[in-house]
């Protein structure tokens, strides 16, 4: 056995070290990386749930506006939604919701219930729109310039801290006017 | 034995034999041919429920997966190509949703890793060969040496009494 085979242990505790520092600095494997993102949002044709109007994608363009996807069923979109409401409220933040896979009727009362920041939400009952955009779990929140191009995506609640630090300096960028909050 | 208790045993093995029928996607698609069906199980077999950490498409009872069975059945109604179905579904939801990664600089360890490994343990092995044939057992001893081990044979052989 000669001298530098000594240091192999130490080498491979090293390689260990180094791995097991990698999977455990993924603080959560259930956050995939968005295939969609720089990637114009797909095109859909689907109608407005307050009314059944029809709704296109391009008749959402022309300023960057927040996507959010949302359900009555998802336990977690009702946690965030207070959040959802304070941004539309202080900054006027255009929001367009996608009413997913959910069941009309009960999406319109539990918007009449909680409050309603959104500038409208489409209906997604069967979950292609979903589909088209990667969903795989409400909420998730995309943010789209005013090109179409989806430009940040966020899966999971969007809460104070998240909309500070990621979403609002984001869409101050994409030169979106946001309204000062009154002192 | 009663009538009542064989009956109540009958129906208890019936249920344990159906029982495991509870279980796995139970949606069913019609499709053209043989091949295609065929085609649909191998495509939800290597692709992976974005939900879940560790389950393929058709071991998974989430409705993210059962909507992208149907998704998956309607292209290959449609006579998509599996590479085609395998795209569209990447473009949505990124590498996550394969189970066989693509060959990128990202993989290259996943795939070339373990040739590599094996590569690596066969030379240890041949070079620990190699070590063992060049020092196989000590040298023979010199005429001096063998002289001298006779001398120290007698000599043990007379003092241990």
Same mark, same amino acid.
């Given at each position: 056995?000669?001298?530098?085979?000594?240091?192999?242990?130490?080498?491979?505790?090293?390689?260990?070290?180094?791995?097991?520092?990698?999977?455990?600095?993924?603080?959560?494997?259930?956050?995939?990386?968005?295939?969609?993102?720089?990637?114009?949002?797909?095109?859909?044709?689907?109608?407005?749930?307050?009314?059944?109007?029809?709704?296109?994608?391009?008749?959402?363009?022309?300023?960057?506006?927040?996507?959010?996807?949302?359900?009555?069923?998802?336990?977690?979109?009702?946690?965030?939604?207070?959040?959802?409401?304070?941004?539309?409220?202080?900054?006027?933040?255009?929001?367009?919701?996608?009413?997913?896979?959910?069941?009309?009727?009960?999406?319109?009362?539990?918007?009449?219930?909680?409050?309603?920041?959104?500038?409208?939400?489409?209906?997604?009952?069967?979950?292609?729109?979903?589909?088209?955009?990667?969903?795989?779990?409400?909420?998730?929140?995309?943010?789209?310039?005013?090109?179409?191009?989806?430009?940040?995506?966020?899966?999971?609640?969007?809460?104070?801290?998240?909309?500070?630090?990621?979403?609002?300096?984001?869409?101050?960028?994409?030169?979106?006017?946001?309204?000062?909050?009154?002192? | 034995?009663?009538?009542?208790?064989?009956?109540?045993?009958?129906? +208890?093995? *019936?249920?344990?034999?159906? /029982?495991?029928? &509870?279980?796995? $996607? %139970?949606?069913? @698609?019609?499709? =053209?041919?043989?091949?295609?069906?065929?085609?649909?199980?191998?495509?939800?077999?290597?692709?992976?429920?974005?939900?879940?950490?560790?389950?393929?498409?058709?071991?998974?009872?989430?409705?993210?997966?059962?909507?992208?069975?149907? +998704?998956? *059945?309607?292209?290959?109604? /449609?006579?998509? &190509?599996?590479? $085609? %179905?395998?795209? @569209?579904?990447? =473009?949505?939801?990124?590498?996550?949703?394969?189970?066989?990664?693509?060959?990128?600089?990202?993989?290259?360890?996943?795939?070339?890793?373990?040739?590599?490994?094996?590569?690596?343990?066969?030379?240890?092995?041949?070079?620990?060969?190699?070590?063992?044939?060049?020092?196989?057992?000590?040298?023979?001893?010199?005429?001096?040496?063998?002289?001298?081990? =006779?001398?120290?044979?007698?000599?043990?052989?007379?003092?241990?009494?």
């Amino acid at each position: 056995m000669s001298r530098t085979s000594l240091f192999l242990p130490l080498g491979l505790f090293l390689v260990m070290a180094f791995m097991l520092w990698r999977g455990f600095a993924l603080n959560d494997p259930h956050e995939l990386p968005s295939a969609l993102l720089n990637q114009p949002l797909p095109a859909f044709e689907k109608t407005r749930l307050a009314d059944g109007a029809p709704v296109t994608r391009d008749a959402l363009l022309g300023e960057p506006f927040l996507l959010n996807v949302w359900a009555t069923w998802c336990p977690t979109c009702k946690a965030e939604h207070a959040e959802l409401n304070r941004i539309a409220a202080t900054y006027g933040v255009p929001l367009v919701g996608v009413n997913y896979k959910d069941n009309g009727p009960a999406a319109r009362a539990w918007l009449a219930r909680y409050g309603d920041p959104y500038r409208l939400s489409l209906v997604d009952d069967d979950g292609s729109l979903g589909i088209e955009l990667g969903v795989y779990g409400a909420p998730e929140t995309f943010v789209v310039d005013a090109e179409g191009v989806i430009r940040y995506k966020r899966v999971g609640a969007v809460d104070r801290r998240v909309w500070e630090e990621e979403i609002r300096p984001l869409l101050t960028r994409l030169g979106l006017p946001l309204e000062t909050p009154k002192a | 034995m009663s009538l009542r208790h064989v009956l109540r045993t009958a129906l +208890t093995l *019936a249920a344990l034999a159906l /029982a495991p029928l &509870g279980f796995g $996607a %139970i949606d069913t @698609y019609e499709f =053209a041919s043989a091949e295609d069906e065929a085609r649909y199980k191998a495509l939800i077999d290597e692709l992976r429920c974005p939900k879940c950490l560790n389950t393929n498409l058709s071991g998974s009872d989430s409705p993210i997966s059962a909507d992208l069975r149907r +998704t998956v *059945a309607t292209m290959v109604q /449609a006579g998509e &190509g599996d590479q $085609a %179905i395998r795209d @569209y579904l990447l =473009a949505r939801y990124g590498d996550f949703i394969l189970y066989r990664p693509r060959v990128m600089p990202a993989t290259y360890a996943l795939w070339f890793g373990p040739a590599v490994l094996l590569l690596l343990a066969l030379l240890i092995v041949v070079r620990m060969v190699q070590r063992q044939r060049q020092d196989a057992g000590p040298a023979p001893l010199t005429d001096a040496e063998q002289a001298a081990l =006779a001398r120290l044979a007698n000599r043990g052989g007379q003092g241990a009494e």
